[in-house]
Nanobody, 121 residues
């Protein structure tokens, strides 16, 4: 299992930037697929970005070109650089980890506690 702690959230104006961090600890860190998810009030949780142990990434269409996920294996940390933020990006952002990309985001995923991102017009 892996323990995840997110940080870096905050309140910014539209067009601003934030960098989220997710620090991991536990067994088999290198084997985990890691991702960022978000949930806005009244909406379902959605995947934002994911990264494997070799740095291969995937993004939701809504954030392509604006967000960048990265992974520092030496620090056991993943990041989400968020640029050109929009009010619709407002949500609680969660870091998740799983052993298979097919199950990331599902019932077997380990989750952090989340960090709030608020984007004002």
């Amino acid at each position: 299992l892996v323990h995840l702690v997110e940080s870096g959230g905050g309140s910014v104006q539209s067009g601003g930037s934030l960098r989220l961090s997710c620090a991991a600890s536990g067994d088999r860190y290198i084997t985990y697929y890691l991702g960022w998810f978000r949930q806005a009030p009244g909406k379902e949780r959605e995947g934002v970005a994911a990264i494997d142990g070799e740095g291969v990434t995937a993004y939701a269409d809504s954030v392509k070109g604006r967000f960048t996920i990265s992974r520092d294996n030496a620090k056991k940390t993943i990041y989400l650089q968020m640029n050109s933020l929009k009010p619709e990006d407002t949500a609680m952002y969660y870091c998740g980890a799983d052993l298979m990309p097919e199950t990331l985001g599902g019932s077997s995923t380990s989750w952090g506690q989340g960090t709030q991102v608020t984007v004002s017009s």
